[in-house]
Structures are given as C-alpha cells and as structure tokens.
C-alpha cells in the first residue's frame, strides 16, 4: 500500500473532530435562533457544509497522501462538477416546476 | 498463501501493479459515482421539497432527534479514524476497540433514525403521503441504508482481524472500510443541513 | 397476480416462442449432458475471470441480443407496411417497439461495446489482464442475468409497453399495472450496474495497469476512447441507477415521485432519464471512434493524424456531452433560455465530432490504403454519420425541434447515427480484432455479401423516414388511415422502408453464415499480426496465452509495435534474450455467477411484487458478498516452466503453420 505513512497522527484527527464540532454547531445556532435573514442564512449554513466537508477530506480521509499522479483528487473533482451540474441543473431545468403546481 | 504471495511481490516484481493500492484508487472512483448516487436524490429532494400534498411539512422535523444523529455520525467518524490509528501503530486489539464502538455508534444512529420515521409514520407522514415525503424517506433511507450495510461490513472485518491479524490485505479492507465511513459523515452533513436545517428554518 | 396470468397466452407467436425455448433449452442440457461438457461449461467459461473469455461471451450475447432486436424491427416494419394492417395486436406492437429500443441501447450496443473493451484494452496496454478481473466477471454476469430477466418478460408475465425510456405516468401503476415495466425496470437496473463497475474497473485499468515504459501520451486511440467513454460512464450510470430506483418505490412503495396526484412530478423524471440517455449514446459512440482510429492508421499505414487533437476531443466530447441533455424535451416548456442553453451546447459538440473525422481523412491523405473489411465499414461510416450529424444539427435548433420532435424524421436521424456510427464502429472493431481474439480471420466474400446488403438495406429503410417525417408521420403510431379519407401518402414511403429493413436482416444473416463458415475454412493466423498492425496487441500470438505478454513489453513511443517491427528488419538486429519471471495471476471463481443468480431471484421476486422472494434473493448477495470478503486464497502464480513450456509450444506451432503455407 503507498498511502500509510504520511496518514495522520493523532493530533491532526483531534483538530479535525473539533473544527468539524463547531461547524456543526454554528449553522445550528444560526438557525434555530434566527439571527440572519432567509438568504444570508442560506448561504451561511451551505457554506459551513462545503467548509465541513473539506475537514473530513483533508484531516480524515487523507486526501493529500499517496504517490504518483493524484488520480483519487481527479476523479473527485470530476465527481463535484457532475454533482453541481446534476443538482443544479436539474433544479435550474425544473424551475417552471414552481408556477405550474 | 497470502504471505507467500505479498513474500512474492516484493521479491521480484518490480514491474508491477501495487495491488491493494489499485484497490484503494478503484473505491476512491466508487465513492464518486456514489455521490453522484446521492446528487441525484439531492436534485429530485430540492425539485419536490415543496410538494407536500397538505400533509407533513419539513418544519415537522424533530429537533432534537436530528441534532443527535448528527452528532453520534460525527463522533462515531472520529472512532474509525482512531481505529486506522491504531492499525498503523500495529495495535491488534485497539483497532479492533475502536471498530466496535464505531460500529456501535452506527447502530445508535440507524436506531434514532428508525425511531424517528416510525414516529413519522405514526403521525400519518408516510411515504405515499406526498412527494416531499417520498424524497425525504428515500434520500435519507438510503443513507441509512448504507450506513446499515457498513456496520455488517465491519463486523465481518472484525472477524477476519481477529483470525488473520495486521496484514498488507487487511491494512487496505480497514483503510477502505475508514473511508467509506468518513464518506457517510461527509453526506450526511449535506442531509442535515439541506434536509433538516433548511427545513426547520 | 393469479397464476393465469404468469404466462403470456393467446398469440400464436408467442406460444410458438415458447414451444422453441422449451426445445432449446432441452436440446442444450443435452447435449452438454451427452458430450459431458458440464465440467468444462463451469470451469473454462462461467467461472473464468479472463478478460479474454469474457470478451467472447458479451461477443456472443451481443450478437444473440442484435438478432433479438433485429426481429422486433422487422416485426414492426412488417405492422407499418401497409395501411390499415393489424398484423399485430395493437397491445403487441407497443411491447413490441418497446422491447427493440430497450434491446438495441442496453443489451446489445453496451455489450458489444463492453466486448471490444474486454478483447483489446488489455492488450494494447501490454497488460496481463483488468485492475479488478473478479468485478469484471461479475460485470459480464449481471449484464446476462439483466438481459434474461428482461427477455423472458416475453413469455413470461407480459412485456413492458411504455417506451423504451418508460416516462411516467404512463410508467406509473395506474396506467401500467403488472409485471411488464417491472421486468423493465429491474432487467436494466441489473445491466446498468454492471456497466457501472466495468466503467470504473477500465478507468483503473488504463490509468495503473499499463505496461511500466507506457506513457498516457502513447496510448493507442482505442485505449484513449475506452477511457473517455467509461469517465461518461461514471458521470452518468449512477443517476440512471437512482431514476429506476425512484420509480421502483413509487410502482412497489406506493411512492410519489413521477405520479399525477400527491405532488408528484413525470416531468422530473423525463430531466433524470436524459440526464443518463444523452451521455449514453456517446458512451457507446466514442469507442467506435477510437475503432475507426486504429483502423484508419493500420490500413492507410500511417501514423494516425493528429494524435493530441483526437485525444482532447473525446475528452471534450465525454464532458459535453454532460450538458445537452434537455435538447431531448425542448418541448417541455422549461423556458426559452433553458433551451437555448441546451441547443448551443448540442451544437458545441458537433465541433469535436468535425476534427475527428477530418482526421481520419488526413490520415488516409497520401496513405497506402488497404480496402479491407474493417477498412470498408469506415468507408460507409463516413458519409452515414456525416448526414445523420447533420439532421441533429437541424434538430438541435430548439425553435425548429418544435416542428420535427416525435416524428419519423427524428427516428430517421438518430438510427442513422446509432447504426452509422455505434454498430459499423462495432462491426469493424469484430472484423479487425477477430483474428487476434479467435485466431483466424473472417471469410471476405460473404462479408462483403454482409456489407453490402446492410448498407443498400440501411438506405432504403432511413432515407424514406425522413420525408415521412416531414409528412407528418409521428413515431409509435400504430396504423395509418384508419377510417377512409385522410390518405396522408405515407403508404408508398412505408412499403419501401419495410423492403429496406428486410435487406439489412438478410445482411446480418450473411454474417452469421459467414462466422460459421469462417469456424472451419476461415485463414488461419499464424503470425499473431495478422493486418501488419501498429499496436502491442499485434505482437503476441494470436490467440494469446492466458497471461497475455510472457515479458513485458517495453515501448519507446506511438505505434510501439510498428516501431519495433521496423528495429527488427535493420541489418545486425538482435533480439533482447528473454528472461521470464513467475506471473502473477487471479484464480478463476464462482462468486460472480451465483452473485448474479441471487440478483435474478431477488429482481425476478420483485418483479412480480412477491417481496418475499426479492429479499431472499438480496440476502443471497450480500451473503455472496460476505463469502468473497472472507476469501483469501484468490491470485496464483504461473511458474517459469510453464511459461516456457507455453512459449514454446505456441512458437513451434507458428513455425510449423510457416513452413507448411
């Protein structure tokens, strides 16, 4: 296997645990006490998400680690423009959906 | 036979194809295609999400229920990080801890969630109840479903740790396993704040 | 469901199919019986996990699948020949054309498709076989297990009768209650995720298992074609995945995704199914480019024009294509700019399209060009593919689509690029790797029999479509002149049409002949380099040895074979002294097989909504899944006394088969 020696150490999975805790519970907060208006809200809490889910791939998945050509980082990035296009496009597609219902 | 294979591949063939690292690239490119699985429950979630047929409407969602979830998902990634930890420090048995609590969690988790679509269903928000609720059940069901599916999963590797032990084999059926995991974590932060936050907002 | 309606009853055709399933099916078990082939069925095919092997089965069930398809078309051509037929029952012709187009796509163009992958990107990649050859296996088996479930809906149950993309409503229980969309539904879904896993197992493949001297940059264009079309593959087989998923809970849960009551939405799945449609057709179009590459160069024997330029536009193409999908309902109503959006990106693609085939001339510019069999199908794609590129220019205009959607113009554009472009791209990658896989090569005579019946019969059946088309004449129709006094004319166009339909059924009886005649008299390959090739493929035996390449071959560039071959005629050339080492090779396995029989019961139970029976049959898979988990014994290695023995042997055979010609 080329990718065990450089994966992280104990402190790099605590630092993750906590940041991953606190962007947990900011949108919570954010949310449940009303404190920004519908759009800001919006945007901040999808924000939080992305931010969240760039933790687990650098502190807990590992994505930096391995040899060679990054292919597992392609593919993944390949995967995210797909996954915009599916949601984004099918919401952008279907948007005539709301006046006629 | 496996030893004497691994014996083997170091020996002398230079030349080839690192095999548990082609495995570990194959199931990074399957964790994609899985997210594009989810992308699409997503997209039908966000198209539908208004749909309600007068029925159950996402400011329903239980609170407290879904604050728990996520953070038992969150903590039970945490474990199966500690677990790889471990596996690289060549602690037999502290892997194998900390597979079964993180196995544990998962079970908490698909329990709570359990717990909260029968009360669901009790109140009458079924899954034939609207569109909206048709979404909801199957982008967040099949998450669970997988979830479901890794704790068996890790079971069985639990066994096989326990009979073979640290091996180049199992190292990369643990890394895989760890992966999956955080990969779960990872979508459900997406379910927790598109579904839920967004919906009690 | 009562019993009396498990089987299909009333038409002679169908109660005739069923007598010849019963005798085949018994003329099968025996004569494995009498001949004790059994062992050797379950040991050298359903077991083997050899890309080789598995190349030949999707070959065979591919061609099995064009006839079945084939029969469906001819079946419909006969109902439109004439007005006012009732050849068919009207119920029948709507299974009819919904099983051909569903046939066509996923059971026949995908394996075909799968089969070239199979047959060659190991070898050009001077690798001993796929990254994951167990997975491969399973690939192969849940498409077969796929395509059965779907065929039996024939007999059994009833067939689907929604279209070959079955939209909702018409999909949903309330219009299409029964077992038919469901054997639908779960005959693809099986496919769908066997193709899947053969996407990502070639990605990995071509991008770690290629022979260590081998750059990407030095990939043969098949190899290129093969990677561009399994990145699509990944982009887009999840989605069709979840579609048939969502209308499986809402036929067997009682959902509401696509329904007309409860919020639900038909339109949201018209946007999913494309969203995976639009990109499949590239998917199976960019290998038959990457066919038409190696052809070119081999038979115009040159370096292929424009390398980088054909690389980058199958990439471009595998991308694009992820975003024209909604040019296939621009008359939804999702707005104006929507489907300019759409209808420019459709066009975009066109431009890539352009380089590749200006390629291939500039290839043929100045080349020693050899007419060969492959050589001619790249001939008739040419001109084919070019007309049909054009009339989807002239549908990807939204504004114009309004006029020609839905109508036989658009059934006239889009066969004659799947036919132009996928199956002579097919036909000419079988009649130029033949010989490598099978070891002799196919008559000429009866193939070009074979050839030109296709290509007259191809004409005379399209052409007429598309005036038809701008008659009026809508897609799915029936029969035409009902009642007396609205004569449209279509009547002529229609007759000529079935004419040309019955000549491309009569060229591919040609071909079956002659790959039966070929079995016995067909020229031997002797030399394993039976075109003068340029690639790796060529420079082993043919067929090759279970690991492929005794040694790794080393490549120093484009062509690598060509280039050797031309180290070799120089005076003083001394081949390198070979120095062979064990290899390491998987152990054959029954999993993938028993795997793919669990799905059958489970998509079979489900089929006809008897749950018990589909959760059975899903334990049996994840148990299979537990049971290959637990094994570890799975690779060998091929000692270097059989290598040689094996090296040996196909030598001497190569020289005696030399002196004797």
């Known amino acids: ?101 | 036979m496996q030893q004497s294979v691994s014996a083997h591949v170091s020996d002398h063939d230079h030349g080839h194809v690192d095999q548990e690292g082609l495995k570990v690239l194959g199931f990074w490119i399957f964790l994609v295609t899985d997210c594009l699985l989810f992308a699409t429950f997503f997209a039908t979630y966000a198209v539908l999400h208004n749909h309600t047929n007068g029925g159950f409407t996402a400011k329903e969602f239980d609170i407290p229920g879904f604050i728990i979830e996520t953070f038992i998902l969150l903590i039970s990634s945490f474990t199966s990080g500690l677990a790889v930890l471990a596996m690289n420090k060549g602690n037999k048995k502290g892997l194998i801890r900390w597979l079964i609590v993180t196995a544990a969690l998962g079970a908490t988790f698909v329990g709570f969630e359990i717990n909260e679509f029968t009360h669901m269903v009790a109140e009458g928000a079924t899954i034939s109840k609207s569109a909206f609720l048709t979404s909801f059940f199957s982008l967040v069901g099949t998450h669970g479903l997988h979830v479901t599916f890794g704790i068996f999963w890790m079971i069985g590797l639990i066994f096989q740790l326990s009979r073979k032990g640290i091996t180049p084999v199992t190292k990369r059926k643990i890394s895989i396993i760890s992966l999956y995991w955080h990969f779960l974590d990872a979508v459900w932060i997406f379910i927790f704040t598109v579904v839920y936050l967004m919906g009690v907002m | 469901m009562g019993k009396s309606h498990f089987f299909v009853t009333g038409d002679p055709m169908i109660y005739g199919a069923d007598v010849s399933i019963v005798l085949a099916m018994i003329a099968i078990v025996f004569s494995l019986t009498y001949f004790k082939k059994w062992g050797y069925l379950w040991r050298e095919w359903i077991t083997t996990v050899d890309h080789k092997k598995i190349g030949i089965m999707y070959l065979l069930s591919s061609l099995i699948m064009l006839f079945r398809g084939g029969v469906d078309a001819i079946l419909m051509r006969l109902q439109l020949a004439i007005p006012n037929n009732h050849f068919l029952p009207s119920e029948h012709y709507n299974e009819i054309f919904t099983t051909h187009g569903t046939i066509m796509i996923l059971f026949m163009a995908m394996p075909f498709m799968f089969a070239l992958f199979n047959m060659v990107v190991p070898l050009q990649l001077g690798a001993r076989d796929v990254a994951f050859p167990m997975l491969n296996a399973l690939s192969f088996w849940l498409f077969f297990i796929g395509a059965m479930l779907f065929n039996i809906s024939f007999v059994i149950g009833g067939s689907a009768d929604a279209g070959w993309l079955s939209y909702p409503p018409l999909s949903e229980n309330a219009f299409s209650p029964g077992p038919g969309q469901n054997f639908w539904i779960w005959g693809i879904q099986l496919s769908g995720i066997g193709s899947l896993a053969t996407g990502i197992n070639f990605i990995v493949t071509i991008l770690k298992m290629r022979t260590p001297s081998m750059r990407l940059r030095d990939m043969p264009l098949f190899s290129w074609s093969v990677l561009s079309s399994s990145i699509a593959i990944l982009g887009v087989f999840p989605i069709l995945t979840v579609t048939l998923a969502m209308l499986t809970i809402d036929r067997l849960l009682g959902g509401h995704f696509f329904t007309m009551d409860a919020g639900g939405n038909p339109m949201m799945y018209v946007n999913l199914i494309w969203m995976w449609g639009h990109p499949e057709v590239y998917i199976v179009v960019l290998p038959a480019f990457g066919v038409y590459s190696e052809v070119v160069a081999t038979f115009s024997r040159k370096r292929i024009f424009g390398y980088g330029s054909m690389v980058f536009s199958m990439i471009a193409i595998s991308v694009v294509s992820y975003y024209t999908w909604a040019h296939h309902f621009f008359t939804m109503g999702a707005g104006a700019d929507v489907n300019i959006v759409f209808a420019i990106c459709t066009m975009i693609i066109a431009i890539p399209t352009g380089v590749k085939i200006f390629n291939w001339l500039f290839t043929m510019f100045r080349g020693r060009i050899r007419v060969t069999q492959p050589m001619l199908w790249f001939y008739a794609f040419v001109p084919t593919f070019l007309v049909g590129g054009a009339t989807g220019v002239m549908l990807a205009a939204a504004p114009a689509d309004y006029q020609y959607h839905n109508s036989y113009f658009l059934i006239a554009h889009f066969h004659q690029v799947l036919i132009g472009g996928v199956v002579f791209g097919y036909l000419a990658g079988m009649y130029y790797w033949f010989p490598k896989i099978f070891g002799f090569k196919l008559n000429d005579r009866l193939g070009k029999w074979g050839f030109w019946l296709w290509q007259i019969g191809f004409y005379v059946c399209f052409m007429p479509q598309y005036a038809l088309g701008f008659m009026g004449m809508t897609r799915r129709i029936y029969t035409y002149n009902q009642s007396a006094g609205w004569d449209m004319g279509w009547a002529p166009l229609n007759m000529i049409s079935t004419v040309g339909a019955f000549l491309m059924g009569l060229g591919f009886v040609f071909q079956a002949w002659q790959i039966i005649y070929s079995l016995k008299h067909g020229e031997r390959d002797v030399t394993g380099d039976a075109w003068d090739g340029r690639t790796l493929e060529w420079s082993i035996p043919s067929p090759p040895p279970i690991y492929n390449f005794a040694v790794l071959p080393t490549v120093k560039g484009l062509d690598a074979w060509w280039y050797q071959k031309e180290e070799m005629k120089k005076e003083g050339y001394k081949p390198e002294p070979v120095k062979y080492e064990p290899i390491h090779m998987p152990k054959n396995t029954g999993i993938p097989f028993i795997m793919s029989i669990f799905w059958f019961i489970a998509g079979f139970g489900f089929t006809f909504e008897w749950m018990w029976m589909g959760i059975i049959g899903l334990i049996g898979v994840v148990a299979t899944l537990f049971a290959r988990s637990f094994q570890y014994d799975t690779d060998y290695y091929i000692s270097v006394e059989e290598i040689e023995r094996t090296e040996k042997a196909l030598r001497n055979y190569t020289s005696v088969q030399r002196s004797a010609n």
């Not at chain 1, 945007?43 to 502190?59: D, G, M, N, R, T």
């Not at chain 1, 590992?62 to 060679?68: A, L, P, Q, Y």
């Not at chain 1, 995967?79 to 949601?87: D, K």
């Open chain 1, 1 to 101: 296997m080329s990718n065990h020696h450089d994966t992280g150490s104990i402190k790099a999975y605590i630092i993750g645990f906590i940041l991953s805790i606190v962007l947990t519970i900011i949108p919570l907060v954010l949310v449940l006490e009303h404190l920004l208006s519908k759009s800001a809200l919006v945007v901040s809490i999808l924000v939080a998400a992305v931010l969240q889910f760039v933790i687990q791939l650098f502190f807990f998945m590992h994505i930096r680690d391995g040899e060679g050509p990054r292919y597992n980082v392609m593919a993944l990035i390949l995967g995210l423009v797909f996954v915009v296009t599916i949601v984004a496009g099918a919401m952008w597609i279907m948007s005539f959906n709301s006046q006629v219902q």
